[in-house]
């Protein structure tokens, strides 16, 4: 199946004896050459969505228990010529590699030289992100030729790891319209896990997914978003003022554009307004309706009518555009940031 460029794989329709070896060619194919075998007599069950774009593949990968090896032998006969990030959605699994084991489980990903020997067990099955970067682009990026030995990191609670992890789920949603924009925010960010120097706009992006990651936590304030991101707080706010906000101001657009999505969604009709302003870390329903008419327009109660009733409010009350009725947004300042932190709350979700 071809969406937007993705395809489908799965060892649903191929018989029960020739599933591992299936899944094997397709990843050969797609990602890395692999050796697999099962981890006991159930029958291999495996589905994996691809993105291949000039620099960058991009996979989520399922799969029922079983091990993944990928030995000298196999190496020389297909060179993986780059490096595998691995983000663990569900299931924990081990990583053996020449120097020893690494355990990984959701939230701790894992970034490895492809053309180093591992192996992979997955005892209980497993839902993954997978980005492979060849070894050009990650030597335009980050001046290294490869991995040396593997590297974990934090993807939930370190900002620039969870942004490139959000980056690659909504690349395999079939979101992003540049592609090219995509390839060159996500190896930025990846040089950033791996401790490189990158530009401004890679911080300003992984800032903005981790406010997006954190909006229901009353407590989110400059200085840990800085903290989060490895700036200080007066670098933080200076690259935010930069772009035409404060921090406290992106803080409170995303909250509000979070909830404006809420509204609009007939599922959660029968959430309250004091529900969603404490979901959203909101000091007081009262804060929340005042901030909210600042920045639509109208009050949440009025919005919500309007949007479930089906009427289009104006392009410029959609989040990410100025605010309706002349308004400019809370202190004066237009709102830019909803789409950047909305998609990064649906990842979330969807994880």
Not at 126 to 147: D, F, H, M, N, Q
């Amino acid at each position: 199946m071809s969406v937007h460029g993705l395809t489908r794989f799965s060892t649903e329709n191929l018989p029960r004896a020739l599933r591992l070896a299936g899944w094997e060619g397709h990843n050969s194919r797609s990602l890395v050459g692999l050796s697999a075998r099962p981890t006991d007599d159930r029958p291999f069950a495996g589905t994996e969505v691809n993105l291949w774009l000039p620099r960058v593949q991009l996979a989520r990968v399922s799969g029922s228990p079983h091990v993944v090896e990928r030995d000298t032998r196999r190496i020389a006969a297909e060179p993986g010529e780059g490096v595998v990030v691995y983000f663990p959605l569900s299931g924990n699994s081990e990583f053996f590699h020449r120097d020893g084991c690494l355990p990984l489980f959701p939230g701790r990903g894992l970034v490895c030289d492809a053309d180093q020997p591992f192996r992979r067990v997955f005892a209980r099955g497993l839902t993954e992100l997978v980005l492979k970067v060849p070894r050009a682009a990650l030597r335009e990026t980050t001046g290294r030729s490869g991995l040396a030995e593997p590297q974990v990191f934090d993807f939930r609670g370190a900002a620039h790891a969870l942004a490139l992890a959000s980056s690659v789920a909504k690349a395999l949603q079939g979101a992003p319209a540049d592609w090219e924009t995509l390839e060159s925010t996500t190896l930025e960010l990846l040089a950033a896990v791996l401790g490189e120097e990158v530009p401004d706009r890679s911080h300003i992006a992984a800032a903005h997914l981790y406010i997006a990651a954190h909006l229901g936590e009353p407590d989110l304030s400059a200085g840990r978003i800085a903290a989060a991101i490895g700036y200080s707080e007066r670098q933080l706010s200076r690259l935010f003022a930069e772009s035409g906000q404060s921090v406290p101001q992106a803080v409170l657009a995303a909250r509000l554009d979070a909830v404006r999505r809420v509204l609009a969604d007939p599922a959660s009709a029968g959430t309250t307004l004091a529900e969603l302003a404490g979901r959203y870390g909101f000091a007081s329903q009262a804060h929340f309706s005042r901030t909210y008419r600042a920045r639509f327009g109208v009050t949440p109660l009025q919005d919500r009518r309007e949007l479930l009733n089906g009427r289009l409010l104006p392009v410029s009350a959609v989040p990410g555009r100025p605010t309706p009725r002349g308004a400019r947004g809370c202190h004066g300042v237009p709102q830019c940031t909803g789409d950047v932190a909305g998609a990064a709350e649906e990842e979330q979700q969807a994880w």
